[in-house]
């Protein structure tokens, strides 16, 4: 097994005043909604979701992701999520700001997610850099999905 990673970071503004930004990125429903590749989502109590995606084939291996992150709204204007629990072959945390910029929000996005995938060791140098640009390239799908749903 080997440990790919990524980090998303944007700054963003949203016509949509701050409470109601926060508020979405906040939702558990819009977050499963928003969410790529889902094959099964449970909300496991007020702010946790447990996601098994759909399975992938990508040539020398499958991966199906599964794990169970926590969403918190840390004080007014900041929500926080992290992966909990035992099980999981992935990794997601991460921080989102808004903040009131006239009658504009401003958004200050930052994610990581991480993965455990079964592949042989040579390959792994090689394989780093290009599963680095697909997971933060979908990270910024998953934001853009997310402010869309927003502004809509």
Known sequence: MAWF???????????????????????????????????QAEVVDQGTISFLLKEQNHGITTFQGRYTCRYTLADEHTLVWQTVGEGHNMTSEGRATFQAEG??????????????????????????????????????????????????
């Open 103 to 152: 009658e504009l929000c401003a958004v200050d996005y930052t994610e990581k997610l991480g993965l455990d995938l079964d592949v042989p060791a040579m390959v792994v140098p090689m394989l780093k850099p290009v599963i680095r640009q697909v997971l933060a390239a979908e990270m910024a799908k998953y934001v853009e999905r997310m402010t869309e749903a927003l502004e809509a």
């Open 5 to 39: 990673e990524a980090e998303h970071t944007t700054r963003f503004t949203t016509p949509v005043g701050y409470e109601a930004a926060r508020d979405h990125f906040a939702s558990l429903e819009q977050i499963i909604a928003q969410s790529a590749d889902v094959e």
